[in-house]
Structure formats: structure tokens, C-alpha cells
């Protein structure tokens, strides 16, 4: 007699795998130290490998990391701009250094918003169209540059997940 075996979801944290939306994502900012040169990891993120010693201080997710930013760029008089989460400083000669940045947008806004389950970044993803569907404040035009930026975004999202 043949037997088929569904496996559900849920059977993989069930038996203690962490393959929850929180784990990967605190995976992704707690190994940020050893993975900021990755391709895949630029795409999402940049960090200057001039200033690594930001993000080398121990943290297990992003809150810790926001919270880690905020300090450094106090006590180095880094700027720090909490609604870009962006980190700038200038060099001996006046020009404006990026110390950290998001690269992409999508992934940004998933890492800032408390999200619990995997499910919620197609939310995530479904709320962002509308918004673009709906402005009417922009032409035609400007919604398809809006929907093909993040189309784009989420296809880099997209990779690195399958990659990971």
C-alpha cells in the first residue's frame, strides 16, 4: 500500500527549525558583520566597510541595531537620520560620507515595521500598490515608474530570499 505524507505548515517550527519570518530576519541583522560584502546583501543594504565597527558592537535584531545607530552617531557626531535610517558623516575634506544606508526600499520598509509572518510581507507588498493605485496627487506616468521601482525592489527581495 502506498502512503502519502502531507507535511503542513508549521511542521518545520513545530520541530525547532528556525525558519520563522522573525528568525530569518534577525539572522539577517545579527550576521550583518559577516555578510555586509555579499552582492546579495548590497543590493539590500550598504554599509561602509570604513565604518564596519557601527554595526561590530552585538546585536540579535534590528531594534538593537536602530538603537546601536543612534548611540554611535551621538558619541562620533555621525548624522543620523531615523525617517531615512540613514548615516552620514563628513570626511577631512568636507564631503558627505555614507556610513549606512537601505538600498532597497521594500526591504526597508519590511525592517521597520513589526512584522510577525512571512504572509505579512505580501501585505506589506498588496498596501504599497494601492497607495500607488490610488495617489491622486501624481499622473499615470509617475505611478508606473512608482509600481516598476517597487516591482524591482521586491524581484531583489525576492533573490536574496531564494539565495539565503
Not at 530576519?25 to 555586509?36: E, G, P, R, V
Not at 555579499?38 to 531594534?63: A, Q
Not at 548615516?87 to 555614507?98: A, L
Not at 495617489?135 to 531564494?162: E, G, H, V, W
Request: charged share 25%; proline share 2%; hydrophobic share 40%.
Amino acid at each position: 500500500m502506498n502512503k502519502l505524507v502531507i507535511v503542513g505548515n508549521g511542521f518545520d517550527l513545530a520541530h525547532g527549525l528556525p525558519t520563522s519570518y522573525p528568525h530569518f530576519m534577525n539572522n539577517f541583522w545579527s550576521n550583518l558583520i559577516n555578510t555586509f560584502e555579499d552582492e546579495l546583501t548590497k543590493r539590500l543594504v550598504y554599509v561602509n566597510p570604513e565604518y564596519i565597527g557601527l554595526i561590530d558592537k552585538g546585536h540579535e535584531d534590528f531594534k538593537v541595531l536602530l538603537e546601536n545607530f543612534n548611540h554611535q552617531s551621538k558619541r562620533y557626531k555621525y548624522r543620523y537620520s531615523k525617517n531615512a535610517v540613514k548615516i552620514t558623516t563628513p570626511n577631512q575634506w568636507g564631503d558627505v560620507i555614507t556610513v549606512f544606508e537601505f538600498k532597497n526600499q521594500f526591504f526597508k520598509k519590511i525592517s521597520l515595521k513589526s512584522i510577525a509572518n512571512w504572509v505579512d510581507i505580501e501585505s506589506e507588498y498588496y498596501q504599497a500598490l494601492k497607495r500607488i493605485l490610488f495617489q491622486t496627487s501624481i499622473d499615470n506616468n509617475a505611478k508606473k515608474i512608482k509600481f516598476l521601482f517597487l516591482m524591482k525592489s521586491l524581484s531583489k527581495l525576492k533573490t536574496f530570499l531564494n539565495n539565503t
